[in-house]
T-cell receptor, first 113, second 112 residues
Framework: DAKTTQPNSMESNEEEPVHLPCNHS???????IHWYRQLPSQGPEYVIH???SNVNNRMASLAIAEDRKSSTLILHRATLRDAAVYYC??????????????FGKGTKLSVIP | KAGVTQTPRYLIKTRGQQVTLSCSPI?????VSWYQQTPGQGLQFLFE???????NKGNFPGRFSGRQFSNSRSEMNVSTLELGDSALYLC???????????FGPGTRLLVL
């Protein structure tokens, strides 16, 4: 499985934008980039995913580099409820087989009031 | 639409016992996957079911097993519990195998 590299931790002030980076230099052409987050004592929560183009939804934006070797999850205005571990995951999307999620260690985001 | 539900939420067992955990997927979702989360190993894939068939299995011993019913509900079973089986067990569902997975709150198992 292609691997991802994320910083162990990041801090952000409340109400400010947060840019969470992810490197995936061995990504293949059929890998989708998924982001999940896990709040304390909860299961992972789907945030966003994309293939080549930048994506927006009500939770966040995903900016994907032109060569697809890196991506950035953007939270436009961090709130205290955004404090969580954020996971960047590559998921294949071709042919038959399993599409299990392979979680790394993620980035622990702390939001300072 | 109701989310993924898991029962029980908390469980305490002793070594050597067996345990069965239950997962009800989001209505209309036919694929269910199970994951184990521990502080040391993080989130690890256990197995995946679709249409009552196991489609893939992670690198866990045979003590870990599962099944899926015709209504897409799933159970996982761990026999001969070991201390190291203490973990948060998470279930995720998706409409079909290739689609986005949505997680439940998990069952926290403590083995004494």
């Amino acid at each position: 499985d292609a691997k991802t590299t994320q910083p162990n931790s990041m801090e952000s002030n409340e109400e400010e934008p947060v840019h969470l980076p992810c490197n995936h230099s061995t990504i293949s052409g059929t890998d989708y980039i998924h982001w999940y987050r896990q709040l304390p004592s909860q299961g992972p929560e789907y945030v966003i995913h994309g293939l080549t183009s930048n994506v927006n939804n009500r939770m966040a934006s995903l900016a994907i580099a032109e060569d697809r070797k890196s991506s950035t999850l953007i939270l436009h205005r961090a709130t205290l409820r955004d404090a969580a571990v954020y996971y960047c995951i590559l998921r294949p999307y071709s042919g038959a087989g399993s599409y299990q999620l392979t979680f790394g260690k993620g980035t622990k985001l702390s939001v300072i009031p | 639409k109701a989310g993924v539900t898991q029962t029980p939420r908390y469980l305490i067992k002793t070594r050597g016992q067996q345990v069965t955990l239950s997962c009800s997927p989001i209505s209309g979702h036919r694929s269910v996957s199970w994951y184990q989360q521990t502080p040391g190993q993080g989130l690890q894939f256990l197995f995946e079911y679709f249409s009552e068939t196991q489609r893939n299995k992670g690198n866990f011993p045979g003590r870990f097993s599962g099944r899926q019913f015709s209504n897409s509900r799933s159970e996982m079973n761990v026999s001969t519990l070991e201390l190291g089986d203490s973990a948060l067990y998470l279930c995720a569902s998706s409409p079909r195998i290739q689609e986005t997975q949505y997680f439940g709150p998990g069952t926290r198992l403590l083995v004494l």
